[in-house]
């Protein structure tokens, strides 16, 4: 299964990344690392996963306060947010309806 970001998720992520990379030489570095290796995780078994809310569910990032929000559609499992564990909840709600990823 392959797994496509949605545009806001992509900026999430990018955001994230340089906000951890600011940090630290290698945080940043460290943290995209950890943010793939849950996105496989939740690639290969994405039925696995809690489910947050309606059909989207939550894949938990070892390390970081982040988790992986995602939707499995027909042939991919489609990020909706990349997800800080203090984020106001339900932020990415308008993500999932109709919209498109990249």
């Known amino acids: 299964m392959r797994h496509e970001f949605h545009p806001e998720a ?12 600011q940090r630290g030489r290698t945080l940043g570095q ?3 690392s ?6 496989a995780r939740a690639v ?24 992986i929000l995602y939707t499995i559609e027909a042939d991919c499992l489609l990020i909706i947010a990349i997800k800080h564990g203090k984020r106001q909840p339900g932020y990415w709600r308008h993500r999932t309806k109709g919209q498109r990823a990249i």
């Open 34 to 39: 950890e943010v793939r290796a849950a996105i």
């Open 10 to 21: 992509a900026e999430e992520f990018g955001e994230a990344v340089l906000f951890y990379k």
């Open 44 to 67: 290969a078994t994405p039925e696995r996963w809690r489910v947050l809310e309606d059909d989207v569910r939550q894949c938990v990032v070892r390390v970081f306060p982040y988790a």
């Open 30 to 32: 460290r943290f995209a």
